[in-house]
C-alpha cells in the first residue's frame, strides 16, 4: 500500500513539473520571448541575401580614385589555389573622402594596366559605399579572376566572377559589409564581455550561418542587419524589420552603444524608436 502510495505521488510529482515547465514554454512562446528552453531554427539562412537594397549602386561613396603606382610583387591569396601566390601585381593607391586609404593589388592575369584599372576603379567605388569602421582596418583589396567566394581580412579578397554573380543579385555591396567586418570588427568584438553578454540575452541567432560558426561569423551576419534597421529601415520590409529587432535586440543595442563611425551611411539618416531592453 505504501509503495503504491509512494508511485502515485512521485507520478503526481513529475505531472505537476511538467505541467509547470509547460506553462513556462507557452509564456514565453505567446509573449514572443527569445526562448531559453526551445531553440528556434534562426530566421535566415545568410543576412547577405536579405535584401538587394540595404547599399545600391546609387548610394555615396567615399571613394576618390586610385592612382597606379607601377607593378610590384604581392603575396595574395587566391581561392582558385585555395593558398597563396606572390605575383607582380598592377599596384592602385586608393584614397576614401573619410581620409583612409587602401593598395588595390590586380593579378597579373588580367594582362595589362588599362584592363587592372578598370576592376581596380570599380572595386574601389563600391567599397567605398560601407562604413569608415569598417574600412579602417581594410589596408588593401586583392583582386583575381574567377568564380570564388570572396573573403574579409586585412585585405578583401576579390574574385571577378564572383563579383559579377553579387552583383547581378543586387548583393555585391552586402557581400563587403559581410567582408568588411571581419576585418575591422571581429579582433576586438567577438570575445568582448558585451557582445558575450549580448549573445546569451538574445538568446537566438540572427541567421543559420551566425548559429553554426558564432566566435567567427555572428559579428558579420549581425552587422549587415544592424545597419539595415538603423539606417535603412525604409529599404527593407515590415516583416524583416520586426524579425531582425525581435530575434537580436540587445545585439543592436551592443552596436549602438559603440558609437561607430557610420559615414556615409548616416548621410542618407533615417529616423529609428530605439528597441527597449527589458
Given at each position: 500500500m505504501f509503495k503504491t502510495l509512494k508511485m502515485s505521488m512521485?507520478?503526481?510529482?513529475?505531472?505537476?513539473?511538467?505541467?509547470?515547465?509547460?506553462?513556462?514554454?507557452?509564456?514565453?512562446?505567446?509573449?514572443?520571448?527569445?526562448?531559453?528552453?526551445?531553440?528556434?531554427d534562426p530566421p535566415y539562412g545568410g543576412t547577405i541575401f536579405i535584401d538587394p537594397d540595404i547599399i545600391t549602386s546609387a548610394d555615396i561613396t567615399t571613394f576618390q580614385g586610385a592612382i597606379y603606382s607601377g607593378q610590384g610583387m604581392r603575396r595574395m591569396y587566391d581561392r582558385r589555389v585555395g593558398g597563396f601566390i606572390t605575383v607582380n601585381a598592377y599596384l592602385f593607391n586608393a584614397t576614401f573622402s573619410d581620409g583612409l586609404t587602401a593598395e588595390i593589388q590586380v593579378n597579373p592575369e588580367f594582362g595589362s594596366s588599362a584592363a587592372a584599372e578598370v576592376v581596380a576603379l570599380k572595386y574601389g567605388e563600391v567599397v567605398g559605399r560601407i562604413p569608415t569602421v569598417l574600412r579602417k582596418n581594410v589596408?588593401?583589396?586583392?583582386?583575381?579572376?574567377?568564380?570564388?567566394l570572396f573573403g574579409g581580412g586585412?585585405?578583401?579578397?576579390?574574385?571577378?566572377?564572383?563579383?559579377?554573380?553579387?552583383?547581378?543579385?543586387g548583393i555585391l555591396?552586402?557581400?563587403?559589409i559581410h567582408e568588411a567586418s571581419h576585418a575591422s570588427l571581429d579582433a576586438s568584438h567577438s570575445s568582448a564581455p558585451g557582445w558575450l553578454a549580448a549573445q546569451s540575452s538574445d538568446g537566438s541567432f540572427i541567421s543559420r550561418y551566425a548559429?553554426?560558426?558564432p566566435v567567427r561569423e555572428d559579428i558579420?551576419?549581425?552587422?549587415?542587419?544592424?545597419?539595415?534597421?538603423?539606417?535603412?529601415?525604409?529599404?527593407?520590409?515590415?516583416a524583416n524589420y520586426d524579425i531582425i529587432t525581435q530575434t537580436i535586440p540587445t545585439r543592436l543595442a551592443y552596436f549602438d552603444s559603440q558609437a561607430f563611425d557610420i559615414y556615409p551611411l548616416n548621410m542618407n539618416y533615417k529616423s529609428y524608436i530605439p528597441v527597449v531592453i527589458r
Open positions: 512521485r507520478k503526481q510529482l513529475i505531472l505537476a513539473l511538467l505541467t509547470i515547465i509547460s506553462s513556462l514554454i507557452f509564456v514565453e512562446t505567446v509573449q514572443g520571448g527569445l526562448n531559453k528552453y526551445i531553440q528556434a589596408r588593401g583589396l586583392w583582386i583575381h579572376k574567377g568564380n570564388n586585412c585585405n578583401l579578397l576579390i574574385h571577378t566572377g564572383q563579383g559579377d554573380g553579387y552583383e547581378a543579385g555591396e552586402e557581400v563587403f548559429r553554426d560558426f558579420a551576419e549581425s552587422f549587415l542587419v544592424y545597419l539595415a534597421v538603423r539606417y535603412r529601415s525604409d529599404r527593407i520590409s515590415q
